[in-house]
């Protein structure tokens, strides 16, 4: 599974920390399993005076490091987002057709960019929802369609918490409607997760099957489900990833099914964590 990662500061902030130095940097778990290596692609998404940019690549991140590790030294932004690639495959196509700056994430539109980690078991079923949004998918990333839905949802006047919810919504029916055309396929999805922001909010979502999935441990300390993300929070930054860099900061889980979103706010970052 992908990797994710997510940072919120009053003031513009460099991620080196959290990306390349601590014990479980978002650089430190793509290599953390060797069985599982996230080699697929990385990308790092940020803001240079409201305006978002990106930087992507479609080569793994551990043989990119120097380059990657320059770009990060080089932001101060924010609000950054970065992620770490280990391609899914719901549609079963040869491994070199996933692999390129169209494959990569974080996806981006206009001032929104989007990160997620886990799989969409029928992409192809979910993009024919997207009606005239269906041509703005560029790869074959099953992610991609999935960003889309947000997008489309928003863009129809929907905050994020009525479009996951709908994602959802539709995802369920669509399975239902299409299942037994998939024998080799028991669910819709594996993992919902994902980091997203408009240049002004953080939002950072978990999504994933506790009972199936909660089994497996996390990749570095090994202390919580593989898939439970975690959070740090002051009035000074919110900084979210697909699990803790380090053991000395506070980190809390987010749990399956919440959705956090941070803001600045009088000088201040505040946080809201509802249910959806």
Not at 95 to 120: C, D, R, T, W
Not at 145 to 158: A, D, L
Not at 195 to 210: N, V
Request: hydrophobic residues 35%.
């Amino acid at each position: 599974m992908c990797r994710l990662f997510g940072m919120l500061s009053v003031k513009p902030s460099n991620a080196l920390k959290y990306l390349i130095n601590d014990p479980c940097s978002l650089y430190a778990q793509s290599k953390a399993d060797p069985r599982r290596p996230q080699g697929d692609g990385w990308g790092v998404g940020f803001y240079i005076n409201g305006s978002l940019k990106t930087v992507k690549s479609e080569k793994p991140i551990f043989e990119e490091y120097e380059r990657f590790r320059f770009i990060v030294n080089s932001i101060s932004s924010n609000v950054v987002i970065a992620h770490v690639r280990r391609a899914s495959n719901p549609r079963g196509l040869p491994k070199e057709k996933l692999l390129s700056i169209e494959n990569s994430q974080p996806f981006s539109y206009k001032n929104y960019v989007f990160a997620h980690n886990g799989v969409i078991n029928l992409p192809d079923e979910m993009a024919n929802l997207l009606c005239d949004w269906q041509p703005n998918i560029k790869g074959l990333n099953d992610s991609e369609v999935y960003f889309w839905y947000i997008m489309k949802e928003i863009s129809n006047g929907r905050n994020i918490s009525e479009a996951l919810r709908n994602f959802q919504r539709d995802l369920h029916r669509v399975w239902l409607e299409n299942r037994d055309k998939y024998p080799d396929k028991d669910r819709s999805f594996i993992g919902l997760n994902i980091i997203f922001s408009d240049g002004e909010k953080l939002y950072a979502y978990c999504k994933y099957d506790e009972e199936r999935d909660g089994r497996a441990a996390s990749l570095c300390y090994s202390d919580q489900p593989a898939m439970q993300m975690s959070y740090i929070y002051s009035l000074e930054k919110l900084v979210v990833l697909s699990e803790k860099t380090n053991l000395e900061e506070n980190w809390q889980p987010l749990m399956s099914g919440h959705l956090i979103i941070g803001q600045v706010v009088d000088e201040k970052v505040r946080i809201n964590v509802q249910k959806i």
